[in-house]
């Protein structure tokens, strides 16, 4: 069983341009996570969703980032315009409430530099 | 409000020694639970160990157990027979269940652990 599935594994932009980041969950999932790791500020749970509608999505740092789950095997990450300051590692995360602990499964993780 | 504290940015650990590493949590929500990961240099999240709020005993899994204290609100994690390869950053994490049946997860700043040879 193929775990979540991140892409790309790292991105390099420049400040000004659109990022995408992308995410593929464990198929049967019902809840995607995104975090935001820096050395700074830790893991951050930027936003989440069950079964494919956002439920909260506080934690987005600003209007340039938006997320979006069009379909349960899917979900992207957009920052547009990117700034130095986004540069992070971003995790995707799913989770099974049809589990008895609800662990989240990470991806591997997109390490992103804005230069 | 929901919080989660490890106290220890960083510990040592002599190989096959055991080590505990702390966290407390805070909620207001009696349904919960409390998650252990390990994230490598190389970068991913593993998930180790987890514990529920009603669960009586004490979760184990292999060399991993956590010690669940309800009342002082801590989960503190422990690694017995500490290898070369436990060498990692360790998060604590709970998961509080939403009355909408939704669900949040916050994460600790994490515990970064180093076993001596």
């Known amino acids: 069983d193929a775990g979540v599935i991140q892409s790309p594994r790292h991105e390099v932009t420049e400040m000004g341009q659109e990022v995408t980041l992308r995410c593929k969950p464990i198929s049967g999932h019902d809840y995607l996570f995104w975090y935001r790791q820096t050395m700074m500020r830790g893991l951050e749970l930027l936003i989440y969703f069950n079964n494919n509608v956002p439920i909260d999505d506080s934690g987005m740092p600003e209007d340039r980032f938006s997320a979006k789950m069009p379909n349960a095997s899917f979900s992207t990450l957009k920052i547009q315009p990117s700034e130095p300051r986004d540069s992070a590692v971003y995790f995707c995360a799913s989770s099974d409430t049809g589990t008895w602990t609800y662990e989240q499964y990470f991806g591997p993780g997109t390490r992103l530099t804005v230069t | 409000a929901q919080k989660i504290t490890q106290t220890q940015p960083g510990m040592f650990v002599q190989e096959k020694e055991a080590v505990t590493l702390d966290c407390t949590y805070d909620?207001?929500?009696?349904?919960?639970?409390l998650f252990w990961y390990k994230q490598p240099s190389s970068g991913e999240m593993i998930f180790l160990i987890y514990q529920g709020s009603y669960d009586q005993q004490n979760a184990t899994e292999g060399r991993y157990s956590l010690n669940f204290q309800k009342a002082r609100k801590s989960a503190n994690l422990v690694i017995s027979a500490s290898q070369l390869g436990d060498s990692a950053m360790y998060f604590c994490?709970?998961?509080?269940?939403?009355?909408?049946?939704?669900?949040?997860?916050?994460f600790g700043t994490g515990t970064r652990l180093k076993v001596l040879a």
């Open positions: 994490a709970m998961r509080e269940g939403g009355t909408s049946g939704t669900y949040k997860y916050i």
């Open positions: 909620t207001s929500d009696p349904s919960y639970g």
